[in-house]
């Protein structure tokens, strides 16, 4: 079991940063690939970034790839989402998402997902 909880959205200019944090529960986070997914009103969930439990390799959806990178801080139990030159199409909900163990690189699917953060909103001015 682990329990997620997200920080870090607000409101921001377009062209400006931001960076999300998502603070896990339990002693075995090292074993969780986790990932971040955003929802914006009136559309699905969608895939964002993941990083694997073992290695750090990490995979972006293409609309973020070069703009935003996931990173964890396994001491700290923490992932994170650093977002640059954000655009406006970026604002949504962003959620954090866990899965236990994996052996793919690409988990990309809600559905590969076990345990779920309340979300952080995110709104990019123009």
């Known amino acids: 079991q682990v329990r997620l909880v997200e920080s870090g959205g607000g409101l921001v200019q377009a062209g400006g940063s931001l960076r999300l944090s998502c603070a896990a529960s339990g002693r075995t986070f090292n074993s969780y690939t986790m990932g971040w997914f955003r929802q914006a009103p009136g559309k699905e969930r969608e895939f964002v970034a993941t990083?694997?439990?073992?290695?750090?390799?990490?995979f972006y959806a293409n609309s973020v790839k070069g703009r935003f990178a996931i990173s964890r801080d396994n001491a700290k139990n923490t992932v994170y989402l650093q977002m640059n030159s954000l655009k406006p199409e970026d604002t949504a909900v962003y959620y954090c998402a866990a899965r236990f163990l994996g052996d793919s690189d690409y988990y990309a699917s809600s559905l590969d997902y076990g345990y779920w953060g309340q979300g952080t909103q995110v709104t990019v001015s123009s």
């Open positions: 990083i694997r439990w073992t290695g750090g390799r990490t």
